[in-house]
């Protein structure tokens, strides 16, 4: 039985946090906003634009604000008598104008949205996305050439395309239609063809402070039951410490770092069943949660030993841990290999379906092995 149209998830959307075009306010992204403004006042559009930074921060937020802000654009006589309008200072668009709420309701003619599509005969998303989504854009600027206006293609998120989808995308850039700009989303912008980041104007996006994490997850309607460790995990990203709090991931955090305790001798029976809980149906959103984590608290541990335990715990005694693990930069050296190592490890793991529970497992063993090595006796 495939799942309805109205219970599958969306591929731009963190569960449990508001849709992109339905978050009020953008915090945090002034930067990015006033570079966008600027070049809109002084008449540097770019028909293309790269919208980078790690994922969660807010990007696809901005994206959207940008394409109601053009969308509703005055026309250009719009000042009185002849006056030119002054330079906007904030994307705000009144909620009342009629592009904004054409936008709020996903039915705007002159905006496409490019995402990974939905694979009827494996009833899920699909893992990349495909050159059709892209090819339908021709489609979209010649029904949408007659209504006039300014017309906007979102692309979320662009390191998804497949390589067909990419060199399909990169005709439009070199020869985009006139009025038309195009918004691409990107948390790795490397995994991007060169010649498509060299005709597109990077919008660069920052984490997260305290105070702009703490509003933005207010705004989302999240209770933040240990702030400091959800801080310390999310690294300034809103959508990472949605989705750790949607999935329990302090808790699991807590669960590893108890495990990582007994290093160099792990407690056999605690990891079986860690491992355990990653296994069986229902349990993919976990095991990914727990590789993540995994490979989150490899990267802490190489940190510490070249920069000294942290000052901020992702868990209780996280600290004294680290400094116990990557005591110097040997140490450091060989958690940041181990670390490389598991990575490629777990991708080529998941690519062929291994055995979830059988991948953790290897995984902490391979880690006490390192930890064999770097821990004083």
Not at 32 to 57: C, K, M, N
Not at 130 to 147: G, N, Q, V
Not at 255 to 274: E, I
Not at 335 to 340: K, M, R, S, V
Request: proline content about 7%.
């Amino acid at each position: 039985m495939s799942t309805a149209v109205e219970d599958r998830p969306q591929p731009d959307q963190i569960a449990g946090a508001p849709h992109p075009r339905q978050t009020p306010i953008l915090f945090g992204q002034s930067r990015a906003e006033a570079d966008f403004l600027e070049a809109y006042s002084t008449g540097r559009l770019h028909s293309g634009w790269l919208i980078t930074g790690p994922q969660g921060v807010g990007k696809a937020t901005l994206a959207w604000k940008i394409a109601t802000f053009l969308l509703a654009e005055p026309p250009a006589d719009a000042g009185f008598f002849g006056e030119v309008p002054p330079a906007p200072t904030s994307l705000a668009v009144s909620p009342d104008n009629n592009d904004a709420r054409l936008v709020q309701s996903g039915a705007h003619p002159r905006l496409s949205v490019v995402r990974r599509p939905w694979d009827e005969k494996a009833d899920k998303l699909k893992t990349e996305i495909t050159a059709d989504p892209i090819r339908d854009l021709k489609r979209f600027f010649h029904m949408s050439a007659a209504d006039g206006g300014r017309r906007l293609v979102i692309v979320d998120a662009a390191d998804e395309m497949n390589v067909t989808a990419a060199n399909s995308l990169l005709k439009e850039l070199e020869e985009p239609p006139a009025l038309t700009t195009i918004l691409l989303i990107s948390h790795q912008p490397s995994r991007l063809l060169p010649t498509i980041r060299s005709r597109c104007r990077e919008l660069r996006c920052a984490t997260l402070g305290h105070d702009d994490m703490a509003a933005a997850l207010h705004q989302a309607g999240v209770d933040v039951p240990n702030t400091e460790s959800l801080a310390t995990l999310s690294a300034g990203s809103v959508g990472e410490a949605v989705r750790l709090l949607n999935h329990d991931g302090l808790g699991l955090y807590g669960d590893l770092v108890k495990l990582f305790g007994g290093l160099p001798n792990a407690d056999r029976q605690v990891a079986l069943a860690l491992a355990n809980s990653c296994a069986g149906k229902g349990a993919e959103t976990r095991f990914a949660m727990t590789l993540d984590l995994i490979d989150r608290f490899l990267a802490r541990t190489a940190r510490a030993g070249i920069m000294g335990p942290p000052q901020t715990q992702g868990a209780a005694h996280e600290s004294l841990l680290l400094a116990k693990l990557s005591p110097t930069h040997s140490a450091a050296r060989s958690w940041a290999e181990l670390g490389q190592q598991l990575s490629a490890r777990a991708r080529h793991g998941r690519a062929v379906n291994l055995d979830p529970a059988a991948l953790i497992l290897d995984m902490i063993f391979k880690i006490e092995t390192t930890a064999k090595k770097t821990v004083t006796p």
